[in-house]
């Protein structure tokens, strides 16, 4: 997700549903938990068309470079076609992992996107980005969401630390320790890298729904590639619109989910007092 510079502004518009028109997506209709309904017939024939150019490009630059769980459980949401209709994705979903989809009209706060995680619905944004930003779009939409992290809600481990991450994002927003998890979610959920049986592949969402990063954070020499490390991880700074300086590497989803299921509060506790560092150090 390429969060919106800042999104403490959004948060602070959408928590004010009535001016929700101030924002991309239609907060008015969202409900307490900011779901909305996804109105299929509503997407244009321009809209389903951008949808299938997205894939296509996308889906081509997988091939060595996404890891493989990401590629199978994408091919067999058989997505390429149209916009998907998300009710229809959570039935099979539901039964793989029990996780369900839920439509959301963007970025909602932190604590209403916690509560989801926690319970097994990931927020998907309804809308669809517009031609001029084919490339880049600021904030989160169908695709990035769709694409990027729905396929890895398919796999066991990926999906029981993702609801681990709900939860600790709830109790990190209680003791005021946001910005050290965000930035686990950001260094492996959005932009992680897993050096497994295949070699060097990109599992995170942000990566996955780019087309220009996904070879960049595999293939360049700028980006720095360090082993995953929790308490690093949270004290390293990340950019939000700019190619990563600094990816995080795992060599399983199983050791995210062990490095992970520990209580963070004694290391949000030690990093309190510990400088952060720049993305690039
Ligand atoms: N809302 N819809 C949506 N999608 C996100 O990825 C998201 C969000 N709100 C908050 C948020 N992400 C971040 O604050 C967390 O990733 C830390
Ligand atoms: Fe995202």
Redesign the pocket.
Known sequence: ?K?APD?AAFFAVVADKSDGTALRGNYGSADAQYVVRQDMAAYTPAEQARWRRLYQRQAGLLPGRACREFIAALTALQAEAAIPDLARTSLALRRATGWSLVA?P?????EV??THLANRRF?V?VWLRAESEFDYVVE?DLFH?YFGHVPLLFNPLFAEHMQQYGKG?LRALGGGH?AL??RL??YTVEFGLIDGADGLRAYGAGILSSAGEIDYCLHDRAPLRLPFSLARCMRTLYKIDAYQETYFVIRSFQQLFDETACDFMPIYAQLQNEPTIAAGA
Do not use: C, S
């Open positions: 997700m969060a999104t959301v963007g970025l909602i706060p932190d996107f916690f927020p944004t989160p969401d994002g946001l998890l965000a979610y950001w």
